[in-house]
């Protein structure tokens, strides 16, 4: 049975920072392409970014240079570090692979408000 199980979110000012954890068990972690996506108040799902296999990371261009996504193998546990926050970032943020492929976990909510 497949888990994605997000954690570290909380309250924050802006231009604050915030790490992300996600912890998956059930899959053979290495051989995935983790991502992370988020979704605000009204809002559709969107991507955030992407780690792929080799390490190499993508990012959408509204979080470049702000955020980092990095994963442990011997873990099985995918990273997003927040910094600059801005309240536009305010949303529910889940990890997944690329493509959607596992049920969504419960999400970790990010709040940047002054």
């Known amino acids: 049975q497949v888990q994605l199980v997000e954690s570290g979110g909380g309250l924050v000012q802006p231009g604050g920072s915030l790490r992300l954890s996600c912890a998956a068990s059930g899959i053979i972690f290495r051989l995935n392409d983790m991502a992370w996506f988020r979704q605000a108040p009204g809002k559709e799902r969107e991507y955030v970014a992407t780690i792929h296999i080799t390490g190499s990371p993508t990012y959408r261009d509204s979080v470049k240079d702000r955020f980092t996504i990095s994963r442990d193998n011997a873990k099985n546990t995918v990273y997003l570090q927040m910094n600059s926050l801005k309240a536009e970032d305010t949303a529910v943020y889940y990890c997944?692979?690329?493509?959607?492929?596992?049920?969504w976990g419960q999400g970790t909510q990010v709040t940047v408000s002054s």
């Open positions: 997944n692979t690329p493509n959607r492929f596992y049920s």
